[in-house]
């Protein structure tokens, strides 16, 4: 019981770095339609600037603000300066995962060139750990969980209650008409961007507290549990990328201490695979006629 | 709020040739203006120029005083224009409050309420299903509703685009004769795009009749109805010239 | 330069371009978008590794992997192509016509990441992160693999190998099932809606791609005699497409250039980069990946083509064959011009001996050749189509109208099979064909048009023509293989008939451009020409007189009256009534989806009920 209480602690942290990523990812999906594969790319470029942070004697906590900023900057350059021209040309969506994925090598591989290619580590503490019932978990851990609920929160309210929020679901679900409602759609998808981008940056940092040591190439695993999540709960939905990222976040953990860890990620692999298959647009999204 | 459409000298399409050449109307405050003709006579396309979402090659379109001409839809709709398109007129994952409410973006927040109270009033069977999503809605509610949303900014101009398309006769002759006249005798200028010819030059103060991309005629609805020419060149099309 | 540095080269620049010509001929001129592309080419190369290895305890057993059985050259190199195939078959559900083109890419995307980390920590399957060595290379047991004469003859034997390749790929491409397979690229709905069999085609696509990247994978892994995790990461796909798009997809010249400029130039130029201890070691690698993808986003916006781009197929007259411009190989053979073009269109549309001439089993005058039965279409709580039942009988232009809104498109979806009925049956030829997909029924006859542009943008309008031909010797993998002097008779009568239509209509100058150039209403009559091509026995046409001039909307209706005569039935959705007066009897009246009466078009304008609903409604 002890080994599933275990895994079941580190299936939540999992869960939470994973809730956070996943629900930027598929926001970007709804409101833009395009899939973008660099997200992890960023990811880990905003974990290595809040590195830098930490490196020049700041608290990591600082560092982590510093890199939300970061990624959400970057994320708007990156939809404003490449996927919208792209787009503007009519560009297929084959045409846009292909370039998102140059987009992946030169953000991904940029970090690399800039930080070098040895593993790095965050100078932390993991606080005192606390316990319930077997179940053990650092502060810092509880403060990632308590990070994503916050965000999950926060994004149920942005979506349901704020009028932003609802432009972003009106954009979403039909851009012509939000903009005969007299939304400005330009300035809605710039900001859906920055937030998701902050996503994407906290994501990145929470990720690399986590796993402990990383490197520019950690998040390419990674990616493949935000894809799974996504699609499980069907892309553009951000309550279904939250729900998506509880199942994959558990799945993976309690099964990596049942069978070799190096295998969890097939979990989330058969999940990607069998959603693409059988239901593209997930649990919770519209099944097209 | 009201104010005069004026649209002088429309040229547009897509990219390749224009799909109308030349066209102008007017429609002033209070009246009810219609455009009928056959399929493929540009009445649509003409909608969307006055909307901004084509933007014309030629031509200006004038609402009141100020000059909307190629200007982005979303302006135009900050400008008093509402547009409701032919397809796609809902925003269907979102709830029929969610789709009033977008319709009141531009609304402060307390404003909203009352609006969505008002626009109850008009069409009471969209009060019973607020929670519904739109994407479950029958032909003839999405239509009431695709006319809410229009309704919540109480626009000075109203550009519809065939909103009796798929309704039964008895629905759509009451959606023309109860709710599209009465926009207009609350003051707004209506301009309607139908098929059902008869039917819409019963409302109308006027009609313009197109084809082939042009102004084939135009005229009260007495002097058309008399008029041979006019149910030829609405049936005839293109083809029997 | 030493012998070896150019013998390494050569060996890589051979297992490169064959490597991006078979992505080449399955993405660019396939469609098929595989984001997982080196697996296969990893499969080959570990495939040929245990073919070719002794067994695993051999060498103090230091290694571990399934298989080691030590078999001689050729077998591990053909293998290697098996294997590549072979995994290709599992993937195919992600190629089936329901899923968008990303998310398949993306699905194969994740494939290769996973694969690459099982692995890398199953340790017995393949010897995990440290991978396979001392791989036997070819007849080691005969010959000193380190002589010079050993290696010059390996490094001819892989250039030939990707000689060959080159030249299977262009005969796959330059076949009539290439054009099919270009088509089905460029549409894949209409391609569908004309018989073609998307899945087969796909899953023919990734297979053939897939043992092209494992035979490169046996031959490089022959040579470097390891072969690890390292080698094959996800980003190696990445480079390939970069290859293949900068040389030019479509091209299969240009994935040859692309793979010289792209890898292998990559390679040569970072090793005339000065290294220095104070740049850290990573840089230059790292900088590799970036030049990578800065190039893929720079040509996907400037150039988007590539280099190479793909060749217009140019088909001369008759008489001197099918090649275009290219290579004289081909032209040189002088072929028998064609039978000389029949002067109508009717015997164009009907040539003697294939399928569309008047059958004797075939429906007669008057017999129901299409019945629908309650067809009802709802979706989301919309009704669209509501218990339609009718019948269209054999030799008639049956016309089709109603208001917008009113269900004719989606109704004449479900006819073709392009959308699945809710409820109802369709019954074709007295054969239930409610369950049929849409290219099975376009065999069997039932052909389609579409309401908006349809063409084929890549294509010529002649190609366009011929890809609707439904009996080509050549449209398959085999009559591929088989070469043009398999298919040339056929391709030749099928391009007899096609310039006859061609004249017919007065689009003979525009044979050899591009469809999508055309304006709308030429393009409308490519449509019309291509759906006649495919020999139908019932068409099924979506406002086909929409945005074409009058005299040629009457010509083209006065042709579809000739050939309802000979036996064709039609089924035309029209707005223009007139058209309705003038061709079609019986007509069919519709509104909000359900059938309000069927007449003449003058009875029709007599009934109340229908001028109500829609006349002057």
């Known amino acids: ?289 | 709020m009201s104010a005069e459409l004026r649209a002088s000298g429309i040229t547009a399409g897509y990219g390749g040739d224009p799909v109308i050449r030349d066209i102008s109307l007017h429609v002033a405050p209070g009246q009810v203006v219609s455009l009928v003709g056959a399929n493929g006579s540009g009445k649509s396309t003409l909608l969307k120029s006055l909307a901004g979402v084509v933007r014309p090659s030629a031509g200006t379109v004038m609402v009141g005083d100020r000059d909307l001409t190629g200007r982005a839809p979303e302006d135009v709709a900050r400008a008093g224009v509402g547009y409701v398109p032919q397809v796609d007129d809902v925003f269907v994952p979102l709830t029929v409050r969610e789709n009033l409410e977008m319709g009141g973006y531009l609304l402060r927040p307390s404003q909203v309420r009352a609006r969505i109270e008002a626009v109850v009033m008009v069409f009471p069977r969209l009060g019973t299903m607020l929670t519904r999503q739109a994407g479950k809605l029958s032909g003839g509610e999405r239509k009431m509703l695709a006319m809410g949303r229009v309704l919540m900014l109480e626009p000075a101009v109203f550009l519809l685009d065939e909103p009796t398309a798929n309704l039964a006769p008895a629905v759509a002759r009451t959606l023309l004769e109860e709710h599209v006249r009465r926009l207009a005798s609350d003051g707004a200028a209506v301009l309607i795009v139908e098929q059902r010819a008869r039917a819409v030059l019963a409302i109308s103060d006027r009609t313009y009749v197109l084809a082939g991309g042009e102004v084939r005629m135009t005229g009260t609805p007495a002097e058309l109805s008399v008029s041979p020419a006019f149910v030829e060149s609405f049936l005839g099309g293109t083809v029997a010239r | 330069m030493s012998s070896y540095y150019l013998i390494n080269l050569l060996v890589y620049a051979a297992v490169d371009a064959m490597a991006c010509l078979g992505l080449s001929q399955q993405f660019g001129v396939g469609g098929v978008t595989n984001f997982g592309f080196i697996i296969f080419q990893a499969a080959g190369g570990y495939m040929a590794a245990i073919l070719a290895l002794p067994d695993a305890s051999a060498n103090g057993g230091f290694q571990s992997y399934i298989g080691g059985l030590n078999l001689p050259f050729p077998v591990p190199w053909i293998g290697a192509a098996v294997a590549g195939g072979a995994l290709a078959l599992p993937f195919t559900f992600l190629v089936g016509r329901r899923l968008r083109g990303d998310f398949a890419a993306v699905g194969l995307l994740v494939t290769a990441v996973l694969l690459n980390l099982l692995v890398t920590n199953y340790r017995p399957l393949l010897n995990g992160d440290a991978g396979l060595s001392l791989i036997p290379q070819p007849l080691q047991g005969e010959f000193d693999p380190t002589s010079s004469s050993y290696q010059w003859i390996f490094t001819a034997g892989a250039i030939v190998c990707c000689a060959l390749v080159y030249l299977l790929v262009s005969r796959i491409t330059n076949s009539p099932y290439g054009r099919s397979l270009r088509a089905m690229r460029d549409n894949d709905t209409v391609a569908d809606s004309l018989g073609k069999n998307l899945l087969a085609m796909r899953t023919t696509m990734l297979v053939t791609g897939g043992a092209i990247a494992g035979l490169s994978g046996g031959i490089l892994v022959s040579y470097i005699t390891t072969w690890s995790p390292a080698a094959w990461g996800y980003a190696e796909t990445v480079v390939l497409f970069a290859a293949v798009i900068i040389g030019g997809a479509g091209n299969h010249l240009g994935a040859v250039l692309g793979a010289v400029l792209v890898p292998v130039g990559f390679e040569e130029v970072t090793r005339y980069i000065p290294t220095s201890n104070s740049l850290p070691p990573n840089l230059i690698p790292s900088l590799e990946w970036v030049a990578i993808g800065l190039l893929i986003v720079i040509f996907l916006w400037v150039r988007p083509q590539g280099i190479l781009p793909e060749r217009r197929r140019v088909i001369r007259e008759a008489g001197t064959g099918l090649a275009d411009t290219a290579p004289a190989a081909a032209a040189a053979v002088p072929v028998p011009a064609g039978p000389p073009p029949p002067e109508s269109v009717t015997a164009a549309a009907r040539p003697e001996g294939q399928r569309g001439s008047p059958d004797p089993q075939g429906p007669r005058s008057g017999e129901v050749v299409l019945r629908a039965v309650e067809v009802t279409r709802e979706f989301g709580g919309v009704c669209a189509v509501a218990g339609v039942s009718f019948e269209v009988r054999h030799g008639t232009v049956t016309g089709l109208i109603g208001p917008n809104g009113a269900g004719k498109s989606t109704l004449l979806a479900m006819l073709a099979g392009t959308l699945p009925v809710s409820a109802g049956q369709i019954s074709y030829l007295d054969q239930d064909v409610t369950g049929l997909p849409a290219y099975r029924r376009a065999r069997l006859g039932l052909i389609r048009t579409f309401q908006l542009a349809s063409e084929f943008k890549r294509l010529t309008v002649l190609e366009n023509l011929l890809s609707a031909v439904p009996v080509n010797g050549g449209d398959s993998m085999r009559g591929a293989l088989a070469g043009p002097r398999y298919w040339r008779g056929d391709e030749q009568a099928a391009i007899a008939r096609a310039r006859t239509l061609l004249k017919r209509f007065g689009l003979d100058e525009l044979a050899n451009s591009y469809a999508g150039d055309l304006s709308g209403g030429q393009r409308r009559l490519v449509e019309i020409m291509r759906a006649l091509m495919a020999e139908p026995q019932m068409l099924l046409l979506d406002e086909p007189m929409a945005g074409v001039h009058p005299n040629l909307a009457r010509r083209i209706g006065g042709e579809l009256m000739s050939l309802a005569a000979e036996g064709l039935t039609v089924l035309m959705v029209e707005h223009e009534l007139a058209i309705m007066d003038e061709f079609c009897d019986p007509v069919i009246a519709m509104a909000e989806g359900a059938v309000l009466a069927q007449g003449t078009m003058a009875d029709l304008r007599g009934r109340a009920e229908v001028v109500e609903a829609y006349l002057v409604g």
């Open chain 1, 1 to 289: 019981m002890t080994i599933f209480l275990a895994s079941l602690g580190f299936g939540l942290v999992t869960a939470s770095v994973l809730a956070i990523a996943a629900v930027g990812f598929t926001l970007q999906f709804g409101v833009t339609d395009v899939l973008n594969l660099a997200y992890g790319a960023v990811m880990i470029a905003a974990a290595f600037i809040a590195y830098v942070v930490n490196q020049a004697g700041v608290s990591i906590w600082v560092g982590l603000v510093v890199a939300v900023a970061a990624g959400a900057l970057g994320s708007v350059l990156l939809n404003a300066g490449v996927y919208t021209p792209f787009q503007r040309r009519g560009a297929s969506p084959i045409t846009m995962v292909i370039v998102s994925l140059g987009m992946t090598l030169i953000i991904e591989f940029g970090t690399q060139a800039i930080a070098g290619g040895t593993s790095v580590s965050y100078s932390m503490g993991q606080g005192p750990a606390v316990s319930a019932d077997g179940l053990v978990l650092s502060t810092v851990q509880l403060v990632v969980i308590g990070l994503s609920v916050v965000v999950m929160a926060g994004t149920h309210v942005l979506l349901r209650y704020t009028r932003l929020g609802k432009a972003m679901r009106a954009t979403a679900a039909n851009k012509n008409l939000a903009r005969n409602c007299g939304i400005r759609t330009a300035r809605v998808i710039t900001l859906t961007w920055a937030i998701t981008g902050a996503l994407c940056g906290l994501a990145g940092v929470v990720f690399a507290m986590d796993a402990g040591s990383f490197d520019a190439t950690s998040t390419d695993l990674f990616l493949i549990l935000i894809l799974a999540a996504t699609f499980l709960g069907g892309p553009g939905q951000a309550y279904g990328a939250m729900l998506g990222a509880l199942v994959i976040g558990l799945a993976t953990e309690i099964s990596a201490a049942y069978i070799t860890p190096s295998y969890k990620y097939v979990i989330a692999f058969v999940a990607l695979l069998a959603m693409l298959g059988i239901r593209p647009s997930g649990l919770l999204g519209e099944r097209a006629g």
